[in-house]
Structures are given as structure tokens and as C-alpha cells.
């Protein structure tokens, strides 16, 4: 389920509206240019995507027909708040063999409650069974 709507139009290429998004930061997209990044007024945030861009790409995948590519931005969106350094280590706990059932069902959690990750959680869910049924957990 997509929610927050952007306040943006929808429509595609999302470039096409440059003045309508921004960047992590918040600063406008028209505003990040060559001419900024090389007078250094730009920081690691004006080149991040913002979780309303990443919520209205999905809004458009879905109405075009491309159910799992929305499902898959709106994921994204909500990995957005999740810190860089948090996301390489649940990466790392979802490969084959590297956390427990609960230690996945415990990433699961957390990312539904500390981050606000329902989808992202519900995805964490769904592998920690599949790697219990297949034997792919790490045994306590």
C-alpha cells in the first residue's frame, strides 16, 4: 500500500517537474546542478533521494500495471530513514546462514517501529520463514 501521497502532480518522467522535487535535503532539484557541486555548495543529502519522490514513482508504476515495481519503490521509501550504517547491517543479516529466525523477526520489528517500515518489515517477515523452511538460518 502507497501512502503519502506527493504534492506534486504525478505524472512521468517525474524530471519534467524540476522546480516540484527536491532532494533529501529538501533543496530543490533544479538547484542541484554542476556549477553548485563545483563551488562545493552541495552536501551528501542534495544528492540523496527524498521519500516522497521515491512514494510518487511508485504511485505512477502502480497506476501504469507495474504492481511489484511499486511495491518495490515504496520499500525503498520507507528505507530512507533508515542510517546508512543501520542498512549495511541488516543487509548483512539477510544473507543465507548470518542471523537467527529471531534475530531476522527481531529486524523485522525494529523496522516496523523504530523506522516506520511496515512494507520493509512485512518483506523481513516473509525471508526470515523462507530461510527457516529452507534451513538458510544461522542455529542459535
Do not use: F, W
Not at 13 to 28: F, K, T, V, Y
Not at 37 to 53: F, H, N, P, S, W
Not at 63 to 77: D, H, I, K, P, V
Amino acid at each position: 500500500m502507497i501512502d503519502n501521497k506527493p504534492s506534486y502532480p504525478l505524472s512521468y518522467p517525474l524530471i519534467d517537474q524540476p522546480g516540484e522535487l527536491r532532494a533529501a535535503s529538501g533543496r530543490r532539484l533544479d538547484n542541484v546542478t554542476l556549477e553548485a557541486a563545483a563551488a562545493g555548495e552541495l552536501a551528501i543529502e542534495d544528492l540523496q533521494v527524498r521519500a516522497e519522490t521515491l512514494r510518487a514513482q511508485a504511485a505512477i508504476a502502480r497506476a501504469a500495471g507495474y504492481r511489484q515495481l511499486a511495491e518495490n519503490l515504496a520499500r525503498a521509501a520507507e528505507l530512507t530513514a533508515v542510517p546508512n550504517d543501520a542498512m549495511l547491517g541488516m543487509y548483512d543479516m539477510l544473507r543465507p546462514g548470518r542471523a537467527t529466525h529471531e534475530e531476522l523477526l527481531a529486524l523485522a520489528a525494529r523496522l516496523e517501529h523504530e523506522y516506520a517500515a511496515p512494507l520493509c518489515a512485512a518483506l523481513v517477515r516473509e525471508a526470515a520463514a523462507l530461510y527457516a523452511r529452507r534451513g538458510l538460518v544461522r542455529r542459535p
